[in-house]
């Protein structure tokens, strides 16, 4: 399996941007389908965006769709989330995922870094 760290949460106001990293190691990120999933208290946890292994192709969330943007560089072995405009709902644990390519479960996850976003 492929090991996953995130970095670059923190507090930031609403309206503000912030960029998620996620650095993989163990195998080569370009087997695998990387997505960002959140949990905010209370709430079950939700996919937020995901990119296939080329990075031709994205999926957002209905919530994020035009504020946040999935990246990745395979080179480096990253997967990247930017996201612009927070808002307070946006305030989660954010995780890093990856599954095989034409696997049904998300069989890696990171420890997740928090985001808060401030009113």
């Known amino acids: 399996q492929v090991q996953l760290v995130e970095s670059g949460g923190g507090l930031v106001q609403a309206g503000g941007s912030l960029a998620l990293s996620c650095a993989a190691s163990g195998r080569a990120l370009n087997l695998y389908v990387m997505g960002w999933f959140r949990q905010a208290p209370g709430k079950e946890r939700e996919l937020v965006a995901a990119?296939?292994?080329?990075?031709?192709?994205?999926h957002y969330g209905d919530s994020v769709k035009g504020r946040f943007t999935i990246s990745r560089d395979n080179a480096k072995n990253t997967v990247s989330l930017r996201s612009n405009s927070l808002k307070p709902d946006d305030t989660a644990v954010y995780y890093c995922?990856?599954?095989?390519?034409?696997?049904?479960?998300?069989?890696?996850w990171g420890q997740g870094t928090q985001v808060t976003v401030s009113s």
């Open positions: 995922a990856a599954k095989v390519r034409g696997g049904s479960d998300w069989s890696s």
């Open positions: 990119i296939e292994p080329t990075g031709r192709h994205t």
